[in-house]
């Protein structure tokens, strides 16, 4: 999600510290499935707002610097 313009603030940029499943799919660039495959493989956390699940950016931000590297295979469990 691209940074907004607070108004509250004076004119201030800020970037929201939570994202929907939609917004972190366009974010990363996959698909909400795949980030709900991720969710249930637990190489991906979210928090729930009511009945709203959401992700933490800096949990977005790690989840990508773990995926494995282009060009090799991932590893096995």
Same mark, same amino acid.
């Given at each position: ?5 607070? *108004? ?6 800020? *970037?929201?510290?939570? #994202?929907? #499943? ?8 996959? *698909?909400?499935?795949?980030?709900? +495959?991720?969710?249930?493989?637990? +190489? ?9 699940? #959401?992700?933490?950016? +800096? ?13 090799? *295979?991932?590893?096995?469990?």
């Amino acid at each position: 999600m691209a940074t907004k313009k607070n *108004s509250a603030t004076g004119g201030e940029f800020f *970037s929201p510290m939570a #994202v929907s #499943v939609n917004e972190a799919a366009k974010i990363v660039g996959t *698909s909400r499935t795949a980030l709900y +495959e991720a969710l249930q493989r637990k +190489e991906l956390s979210a928090k729930k707002n009511g009945r709203r699940t #959401v992700i933490l950016r +800096e949990e977005l931000k790690r989840y990508l610097e773990n995926l494995p590297e282009y060009g090799l *295979s991932p590893t096995a469990d």
